[in-house]
């Protein structure tokens, strides 16, 4: 009955088991979006804030009800029921027994079916291995939520997956909300309620993989919940994130994700998380092909492009890491640690090789380490020798940690108002000078708002200042490894910067379609590729420059369109299944009188009969040189709908390789940041002698494809901009050539 692998459903075996009458939640939710406010719908009817389920009476039931309740030795039921009666005598929960042949269990008045109880509980457990019959008798009992532990869905495959959808249908229609299938008694453990200090909440969709978080309470670290989410059929990930977010008592919240249940819900809770501050630290799997092929089979979810995964965590400040103990490590310092004062870091040793070998990593990994003043250097150097570095990283040189000089040190690099962390790496214990290290450490935490780390490198961990002096403090940050401290401190930094600065796109998003909108819909051909011709006026239609031109079909009339539109022209063949003219030969550039246009109007055409494409004419076009060639442009995202992407572009854009992406809508400020994350961005500001280009112009473009994106995504499969030339400073930019297809 119990299972560890986790599910949910591919659009392929929806769409199947809809078509045979089932209703899945995700259509009745497309179906309850309409009947929304205006105001808190986008353009195209999505959802523009995260609804926050109102778990508290899961997590702190006054009553629980174990349907297939078992006393019986040595069967898995009775283990799990006796979990379930001790968790709810700590949360002070009334627990009632439920088996249809079974007067008592565990002493316990046992009731025949959940219809006989004698009041409406709050959590039905479902030791069960078919829930789905037990899901009316819920919605008649009033039951608020359920777990259903059994497996054997969405992660077995078709067969599977049908009977998922058929469950999570016979959950909607009740009311009831559902954690699982598939998920197991994490949400129970019992908690440490001896620790003080803001809480990690944890969400898993393996409850196994969230074991290294939860055992961080013998490190001094509070845990106040545990998601264990299973396949999610109905709960989701994006719900608990949501919940969390507005819990007081949680700092941050870790998440091991397997794959996402919707893009659009995550990053709307992303969204929540974000307006209030609370730090999201995530492990996703699926990076690399292998991961994400595994991930698939593991859990039966689109794991999506990971680039896009990637930039949607980052747009919205979730913090992905890639390791179950960078997971553990960061989300403990974001929950624990005040905002920062400054950003600086500076690393203090007692050896010059373990400072110097600290802040090449540190600084690779893009820490801020400014070098200290010559004033501050002058006082460190009272208690230093001359001949040592206290610049910064700062080396003590050993012996003045054993007195009192060691506190002064450490007290006088904390004042430096350019210091907002300061970092001591011990890589091991030498008592009884580490002792007193250590001690002074945490001595001055206490009395700074500046954050305090300590990297504890020795293998053992048995050592008395490492168990009881750095872990008994709630101010130092203790680490095991120096890549594990570099990870957390600079996701420290990035999200209070990022917090400072967030404005939540969705605010920004639009409500109405904009004028262009209904121009461009004239133009869409559902499920047909556009000509170049076509896919141009589109971007016109959005206020998006293209240069000029004219569609023609005789040699007569190209020499004519050249004369109008001035010469050296470009002439191209256009047609509804063209995609790469270039390769064929159906691009003529620098024609520069009328004898070389009817000779290449004969090329085109001749070429275009030969290789059987369908014209619908020739393209004359103005010629323009002086720029930087960019790609911009619209895909359709299995998991987050459509996404927009800017890069390098020309005819080695599939080389290359260079490109950024994001989920709309975003503002201006994210458009800027996709241009700072490409590897050519120097191009853009000029090189070789060259002048910079009109990097506003092209921003500009980038945003007027995401209102296209946003308002033309149910209708717009893909649109690819390659080449805009980007002109020189102040002189635009402009669209060369345009690939659209329509859905």
């Given amino acids: 009955m119990l299972g560890s692998t986790h599910g949910t459903l591919t659009s392929d075996l929806r769409a199947r088991v809809v078509a045979c009458g089932e209703h899945p939640r995700d259509a009745v939710h497309e179906t309850a979006a309409v009947t929304a406010s205006a105001g808190d719908l986008d353009v195209s009817g999505r959802a523009l804030y995260a609804s926050v389920p109102d778990l508290d009476r899961f997590f702190r039931p006054a009553s629980v009800a174990v349907v297939g309740a078992s006393d019986a030795e040595g069967r898995p039921n009775a283990g799990i029921t006796r979990q379930l009666i001790d968790w709810a005598g700590r949360v002070g929960a009334r627990l009632y027994p439920v088996h249809p042949t079974r ?137 608990f994130i949501s919940y969390f977010a507005e819990r007081p008592e949680v700092g941050a919240i870790a998440c091991y994700v397997e794959g996402l249940k919707d893009g659009r819900s995550f990053l709307l809770a992303a969204d929540r998380a974000a307006r209030r501050g609370v730090p999201v630290v995530a492990v996703k799997v699926g990076r690399t092909e292998t991961g994400a092929r595994m991930a698939a089979s593991h859990t039966g979810k689109l794991t999506g492009a990971d680039q896009v995964v990637d930039a949607a965590m980052r747009q919205f400040g979730v913090i992905r890491v890639d390791g179950l103990d960078e997971l553990q490590d960061t989300s403990a310092l974001l929950a624990r640690a005040r905002p920062p004062v400054a950003d600086g870091v500076v690393v203090y040793s007692i050896s010059g090789g373990t400072g110097a070998h600290f802040s090449d990593l540190a600084t690779a990994a893009g820490l801020p380490m400014p070098q200290l003043s010559g004033a501050k250097q002058a006082e460190l150097h009272e208690w230093i020798p001359e001949y040592l570095s206290v610049a910064n990283p700062v080396d003590n040189g050993g012996h003045p940690v054993g007195d009192w000089r060691g506190r002064k040190i450490i007290d006088a690099i904390l004042d430096d108002p350019s210091v907002g962390v300061l970092i001591c790496p011990i890589t091991g214990p030498f008592p009884p000078m580490s002792d007193k290290l250590a001690q002074d450490l945490v001595d001055a935490a206490e009395t700074t708002d500046k ?293």
């Fill in 451 to 743: 954050l305090v780390c300590v990297v504890w490198g020795s293998p053992v961990g048995t050592e008395a200042a490492y168990r009881e002096t750095l872990l008994g403090s709630s101010r130092v940050a203790t680490f095991r490894t120096f890549g594990n401290c570099i990870t957390a401190v600079r996701a420290y930094l990035d999200h209070h910067r990022f917090r400072a600065g967030y404005r939540s796109p969705f605010d920004e998003a639009p409500r109405t379609p904009s004028p262009s909108f209904r121009k461009a819909q004239a133009l869409m051909r559902p499920g047909k590729q556009l000509s170049e011709h076509a896919a141009k006026q589109l971007l016109r239609a959005y206020g998006i420059r293209v240069p000029r031109e004219q569609l023609v079909t005789s040699a007569a009339a190209a020499v004519r369109a050249a004369g109008l539109v001035g010469y050296p022209v470009v002439m191209k063949a256009s047609g509804t299944q063209l995609a790469h003219k270039t390769e064929l030969g159906l691009v003529k550039v620098g024609l520069t009188s009328a004898s070389q246009i009817r000779d290449a109007y004969r090329e085109l055409t001749d070429i275009a009969r030969y290789e059987g494409v369908d014209l619908d004419g020739i393209l004359v076009c103005q010629m323009v040189e002086r720029g930087v060639e960019m790609v911009v442009g619209v895909t359709q995202d299995a998991l987050f709908g459509p996404t927009v992407t800017v890069g390098l572009g020309g005819v080695l854009v599939e080389i290359l390789h260079d490109a950024a992406v994001r989920v709309p809508p975003f503002g201006e400020d994210q458009a800027r940041a996709m241009l700072g994350e490409l590897r050519g961005r120097a191009l853009l500001a000029g090189v070789r002698g060259g002048p910079p280009v009109d990097v506003d112009a092209l921003v500009e473009v980038v945003l007027r494809v995401q209102r296209m994106a946003l308002e033309l995504g149910d209708e717009l499969s893909e649109l690819d901009i390659n080449p805009l030339m980007v002109l020189p400073r102040g002189q635009g930019a402009v669209a060369l050539d345009a690939l659209a297809v329509c859905r």
């Fill in 103 to 239: 007067e008592t269990v565990f002493g316990l008045g046992c009731h025949a079916s959940v219809r006989e109880l004698p009041e409406p509980v709050d959590l039905a457990v479902l030791l069960v291995g078919d829930p789905l019959p037990v899901i009316e008798e819920l919605a008649e009992a009033k039951v608020k939520f359920a777990v259903a532990f059994a497996s054997g869905y969405a992660e077995t495959g078709a067969e599977g997956a049908a009977a998922q959808i058929r469950l999570a249908a016979a959950v909607e229609r009740s009311g009831v909300r559902l954690l699982g299938p598939n998920t197991n008694l994490n949400a129970f453990e019992r908690f440490r309620d001896d620790l003080d200090g803001p809480a990690i909440a944890l969400i898993t969709q393996s409850g196994h993989q969230g074991r290294p978080v939860f055992t961080m309470q013998e490190l001094g670290v509070r845990l106040s919940h545990w998601a264990p989410t299973g396949n999610e059929a109905d709960l989701e990930t994006a719900d």
